[in-house]
Each structure stands twice: as structure tokens, then as C-alpha cells.
């Protein structure tokens, strides 16, 4: 089991920068996928990225590829999500996400398939 929590959210104008952290409790951090996923107000939580538990394979929602990096640290228990040229649809609760893949399994874009969850942070791009 791993606990997760984020921090890092804020308030930023538009083209702007944040960086989110997601610390993981537990010696098995290094053994589970991460993804961040993200829910603005009267909408449904969606994918935004995701990393392989050795960090080498990432993946990108359409929307913020070429402007976020993910990315991890498994000495630390840590995974980033490095948020660049902000705009306002990026506004929404950000919450990172942990699951256990087997062997040469996909890592999944929908937040059913993962099995912890922390809190969320708060981002707000404002134009």
C-alpha cells in the first residue's frame, strides 16, 4: 500500500510555470506506475500523464504534451509534473495516482485502472 500527497498548486497567469510534487509513503514507491490526472469544476477527471516505474517511458495527454513533463524520483519517493506556458484550461485539481503493472502491461490514460490516490492540489491559470 502507498499513501500519496501532493503539493506545489497554486495561483499563476497565464504562461506561467508550477511544479507539482506527489510524495509516496512505503519501501514498494519504486515498484508502481504514476500518473497525474486533473478535474476542473463540472467536469470529469482526466488524464494528463503518466511514468513507468523506472522512469525511462512517459506518456502525455494531447492537451499539455510538449508543455508538462513528468518525472520521478524513486530515491525519494517523489513524482513531478513539471507545468510550463500555463493556460487557463489547465485550471483544476491536480491529484497524482499509483498503480501496480504486471509484467509488459500497459499503463492505462483512465483513473479506474489505478489503485491509490492523494488529495489533490489546486491550480489556477488566470488569463
Known amino acids: 500500500q502507498v499513501q500519496l500527497v501532493e503539493s506545489g498548486g497554486g495561483q499563476v497567469q497565464a504562461g506561467g510555470s508550477l511544479r507539482l510534487s506527489c510524495a509516496g509513503s512505503g519501501r514498494t514507491f519504486g515498484s508502481y506506475a504514476m500518473g497525474w490526472f486533473r478535474q476542473a469544476p463540472g467536469k470529469e477527471r482526466e488524464f494528463v500523464a503518466a511514468i513507468r516505474r523506472i522512469g525511462a517511458t512517459t506518456y502525455y495527454a494531447d492537451s499539455v504534451k510538449g508543455r508538462f513533463t513528468i518525472s520521478r524520483d524513486n530515491a525519494k519517493n517523489t513524482v513531478y509534473l513539471q507545468m510550463n506556458s500555463l493556460k487557463p484550461e489547465d485550471t483544476g485539481v491536480y491529484y497524482c495516482?499509483?498503480?501496480?503493472?504486471?509484467?509488459?502491461?500497459?499503463?492505462?490514460?483512465?483513473?479506474?485502472?489505478?489503485?491509490?490516490w492523494g488529495q489533490g492540489t489546486q491550480v489556477t491559470v488566470s488569463s
Open positions: 495516482a499509483a498503480v501496480l503493472l504486471g509484467l509488459g502491461q500497459a499503463i492505462s490514460r483512465e483513473s479506474r485502472f489505478y489503485d491509490y
